[in-house]
Structures are given as structure tokens and as C-alpha cells.
């Protein structure tokens, strides 16, 4: 009994560092491979770097319950972030509905000048960043009327893109409604407020200098029409309700941030209040496309291809690609916690990384590295 005893408590094996850089090595490559070369989505690569992962962990002599266990413990870390991103689908849906978002873009189209033309683009970038949540959208959407205006400005193409990217990848950086800020805050086990609380620290003052060398670099900007602008925000007004009162949402939000609600609900009682007074403004809107909404997203029809691209957007379905790439990334990182892979590496990289300017160093080299391999 003894034997049988000691047989079923053996130790687990033991993955050296350099085993351990082999590994993941070669998961980079999976990963790496099919996303930069056959540009395909990183779901399927990362649930084939899972399997591939627990089948060798099985093979090297780990229990099928360990690494089970492993799964659980990685997949535990994202309950949180999954709601999260169920929830800032419902608000954008819920946002666009009710007037929320539209209001900001107009009022944001509003401080467009033409003389301060890279200025105003990047301020508008940032609140529609703010607001949507999404860099990427802001960049192909209203980027590209901007751009446009920009070549009538006789302005540098690559200037006017990196006046749109930056200010919308800052705007997105600092929104409660972005899926990896909330990501970052709920993988780091803090608040959302207090994420970007930290976050303001660093993009205010890069923030502040972007917007000076800006205003300097496009003084000598031509005086054109900005019809196509005006044009986004007739149909901004033909298409949405375009009020004060629509921007109740976000100040609710911000309350509910003073007081420290935690994102969940606070996500989840400003998509309530959108949809109150969405229903408010139009009363004969029947719960059926209310909960479509909620469920399948908003759908525009103004007439005007980049605002319905801009602004059909959200809901749940429109979540369920992100949740499937947080599954199975934290799957595959509660493996290499189990099998102590990444320990194995932070123990010897803890004999090179002794002061703080070298961790933040090999942080953000370690970051870039990670970003060119599988984007």
C-alpha cells in the first residue's frame, strides 16, 4: 500500500530553462507562422498551441488532472475580462441607440479647423477613440476621410496617418470601452478606474507634446472646403438623435467611476440607462429590436457608407471572436504556469533583471518581440 501510495504522489517532472525556451519557441512559430504569412486569424493557431502544449505535457509526465488543473487556473484569471467584453458590446450597441456616440462624434466634428487641421483631427481621433473603444475602427473609418481632406490640404500623407493613428490608439488606450485596457486591468487583478488612472500619467503628457508638434506642423495648411466633414454631420443628424441630454450616459459613467463601482455593473447600468433613454426619445421602438440590438448589435442606415460602417457596430455576437482568442490564450498560459515553464524562465532571467530601469527595458523589448512575431 505503501508503494501504490507513493507511486500515485510521485513528483511531477521538472522543465529546465532551456527546455522551457523551446517550447516556447516553437509555439511562437504556430502562432507566428499562419498569423504574418497566410494572414489568418490567431484563434485556431493558439487552440492548436493548446493541444499540442497538453499532449506533450502528458507525454513529458504530467497527470491528465494537472493539467486540467492548469486550463482552470488560467481560464479563472479571465472571468472577469469575458464579461467585460460581453458587457462594453451591449454599452456600444446600447451607446449608439440611444444617441450616445453620434453626439460625441458630431460635437467632435464641430472643433475641425482648417487652419489647425492635424490638431483638431488628432483631438477628434482621441474622442472618438474614447468613445467607440476601438482604434482600429477609428482608423478605418474616419481615418480615411481624413486622409482625404488631408490630400486636398496638399499635407503629407504619412504625417496626416500618424496624426489619425496616434490620436485614436491614445483615445482607445484610455477608454473604459476598450477590450484590452479592461483586459490588462482584469489580468493585473485592479480596477478599470485605477488602470487608467495609471495610464493618464503617461499619455497626458505624450498626449500634450503630440498635440504641440502637430499644431506647428500644420500651420501652413491651405484654406479648403471641409464639405466632406460637413457631410458626415448631416447624415450624423438625419441618422441619430444628436442632443445634449444624449451625452447623460457618459456622465453616469463617470459618476459611477468616482464612486469606484467596479466595470461590471457600471457597464452594465449605463447600457440600462442608454436603452431608457434611447426608448425615451423613441418610444415606439419595440422590445424586439431593442434586444436584437443588445444581442446582434446596432445597424445604421443613414445613407452614408462610413458613418453606417462606424456606427454599426456592437453587441454581444459581435464579442464572441474576442472571447474565443481570451480562451484559448489563457488556456495555453495556465499550461505554461503548470508546467512551470514560465517560472523556469523568470527565475533565470531574475539573475540578468536587477535594477528597475532593466526590467522596464526587457518589459517592453519583450512586448515589441511578442508583437513582431504574432501581431
Given at each position: 500500500m505503501k508503494t501504490i501510495n507513493k507511486s500515485k504522489n510521485s513528483p511531477e517532472p521538472v522543465i529546465g530553462f532551456s527546455e522551457s525556451l523551446l517550447i516556447l519557441g516553437v509555439i511562437l512559430c504556430i502562432?507566428?507562422?499562419?498569423?504574418?504569412?497566410?494572414?489568418?486569424?490567431?484563434?485556431?493557431?493558439?487552440?492548436?498551441?493548446?493541444?499540442l502544449l497538453a499532449v506533450y505535457g502528458r507525454i513529458r509526465g504530467f497527470k491528465w488532472d494537472t493539467i486540467m488543473n492548469g486550463m482552470r487556473h488560467g481560464l479563472r484569471a479571465g472571468v472577469d475580462p469575458l464579461v467585460i467584453f460581453l458587457s462594453i458590446g451591449?454599452?456600444?450597441?446600447?451607446?449608439?441607440?440611444?444617441?450616445?456616440?453620434?453626439?460625441?462624434?458630431?460635437?467632435?466634428?464641430?472643433?475641425?479647423s482648417v487652419k489647425f487641421f492635424l490638431p483638431t483631427v488628432f483631438i477628434v481621433c482621441t474622442l472618438v477613440g474614447i468613445a467607440c473603444g476601438s482604434s482600429f475602427t477609428t482608423v478605418s473609418t474616419m481615418g480615411i476621410a481624413f486622409i482625404g481632406i488631408g490630400a486636398t490640404l496638399k499635407i503629407n500623407p504619412g504625417l496626416a496617418a500618424g496624426v489619425i493613428v496616434s490620436g485614436a490608439f491614445c483615445g482607445s488606450n484610455i477608454s473604459p470601452l476598450s477590450g484590452t485596457t479592461n483586459l490588462a486591468?482584469?489580468?493585473?487583478?485592479?480596477?478599470?478606474?485605477?488602470?487608467?488612472?495609471?495610464?493618464?500619467?503617461?499619455?497626458?503628457?505624450?498626449?500634450?507634446?503630440?498635440?504641440?508638434?502637430?499644431?506647428?506642423?500644420?500651420?501652413?495648411?491651405?484654406?479648403v472646403s471641409l464639405g466632406a466633414v460637413h457631410q458626415m454631420m448631416a447624415g450624423l443628424q438625419n441618422?441619430?438623435?444628436?442632443?445634449?441630454?444624449?451625452?447623460?450616459?457618459?456622465?453616469?459613467?463617470?459618476?459611477?467611476?468616482?464612486?469606484?463601482?467596479?466595470?461590471?455593473?457600471?457597464?452594465?447600468?449605463?447600457?440600462?440607462?442608454?436603452?431608457?433613454?434611447?426608448?425615451?426619445?423613441?418610444?415606439?421602438?419595440?422590445?424586439?429590436?431593442?434586444?436584437?440590438?443588445?444581442?446582434?448589435?446596432?445597424?445604421?442606415?443613414?445613407?452614408?457608407?462610413?458613418?453606417?460602417?462606424?456606427?454599426?457596430?456592437?453587441?454581444?455576437?459581435s464579442m464572441l471572436t474576442s472571447l474565443a482568442l481570451i480562451i484559448f490564450a489563457l488556456a495555453l498560459g495556465g499550461l505554461l504556469i503548470k508546467f512551470n515553464i514560465i517560472s523556469a524562465i523568470i527565475n533565470h532571467l531574475t539573475g540578468i533583471v536587477k535594477t528597475p530601469g532593466r526590467?522596464?527595458?526587457?518589459?517592453?523589448?519583450?512586448?515589441?518581440?511578442?508583437?513582431?512575431?504574432?501581431?
Open positions: 502562432l507566428s507562422y499562419p498569423i504574418i504569412f497566410k494572414h489568418q486569424e490567431p484563434q485556431a493557431p493558439l487552440f492548436i498551441s493548446f493541444v451591449v454599452l456600444i450597441a446600447t451607446w449608439i441607440f440611444s444617441g450616445t456616440i453620434p453626439t460625441i462624434m458630431y460635437f467632435g466634428f464641430e472643433i475641425i486591468a482584469s489580468v493585473g487583478e485592479i480596477s478599470i478606474y485605477k488602470h487608467i488612472k495609471s495610464l493618464l500619467t503617461t499619455d497626458i503628457p505624450a498626449w500634450a507634446i503630440c498635440l504641440i508638434l502637430y499644431t506647428f506642423l500644420g500651420l501652413n495648411s491651405k484654406n441618422g441619430f438623435w444628436i442632443s445634449g441630454w444624449a451625452l447623460l450616459p457618459v456622465l453616469l459613467l463617470i459618476v459611477l467611476a468616482i464612486f469606484q463601482v467596479p466595470a461590471i455593473p457600471s457597464l452594465g447600468l449605463g447600457s440600462l440607462f442608454a436603452v431608457v433613454l434611447g426608448w425615451i426619445h423613441a418610444p415606439k421602438t419595440s422590445l424586439t429590436t431593442i434586444t436584437n440590438t443588445i444581442m446582434t448589435g446596432y445597424v445604421s442606415h443613414t445613407g452614408d457608407k462610413t458613418i453606417d460602417t462606424l456606427l454599426s457596430k456592437g453587441g454581444i455576437s526590467l522596464a527595458f526587457s518589459t517592453a523589448l519583450t512586448c515589441i518581440g511578442v508583437n513582431l512575431l504574432v501581431g
